[in-house]
């Protein structure tokens, strides 16, 4: 498990809470375990009606730990722990909903394209800025995106790296509302309102909305083991080391 990832119950919602403040949370592999632990528990837990996915105040999660994604690189391919969350995210069963403040970059944004509902407040800011790092697409945004948005706003966000504002991201289909204030507290009470409803109705109504999805976990693969190639890329080698020259 990881320190950086806070796991709350409460009125039947888990909360997964994404904490590490000093990064803007960026995720590392530990926290990507922590993750898909706590998705297959709120799966396996009766009293478990929806899953949340939150940050901290003007961070909802600044997307891959780029040090941590060096070390993989030299490694080769990408590790388990990416592969197992993103499987495990698109294949819920329980209704995801997420609670978005400020920024949310590259799996940040791309996660929410699995939540079956996502506020977000009015300083939110949604990037994927893949080909800027000389990678590309990752956890299924290259077919998402486009069936949500259409291809030339999927080009947009995903091969141009154009920020999105709430209320674009609302129009695109991947907010669903814009929320003012505490947004924790409105998607907890949205949340606890789906959970109190039918179960399995509530399951059976998803299933049907997501429908088959042999075709996106066959894309998350693809996507990944691109991805993987590109890590030791010299494009991508050498955005990391502006990257890191910036940083310093």
Known sequence: MSEHIEIGRADGVLTIRMN???KKNALTRAM???MTG?????EAEDAIGCILFAGLPGAFCAGNDLADFMEIAKGGGLPTEVRGFLHA???AEKPVF???DG???GIGTTLLFHCDLVLATPRSEFRTPFVDLGLTPEAGSSLIAPRLMGSQRAFQMLAMGR???AAFARECGFVTEIVEEDVDGSGHKAARAVADKPREAVMLTKRLIRGDRADLLARIDEEIEIFAGRLTSKEA?????AFFSRKG
């Open 103 to 105: 920024l949310a970059i």
């Open 98 to 100: 997420a609670a978005v």
């Open 89 to 91: 995210l698109a294949c």
């Open 38 to 42: 706590a998705i297959a528990a709120a």
């Open 20 to 22: 590490r403040p000093d």
């Open 237 to 241: 080698m050498a955005a990391f080391q």
């Open 163 to 165: 920020p999105f504002d």
């Open 32 to 34: 990507y375990e922590a």
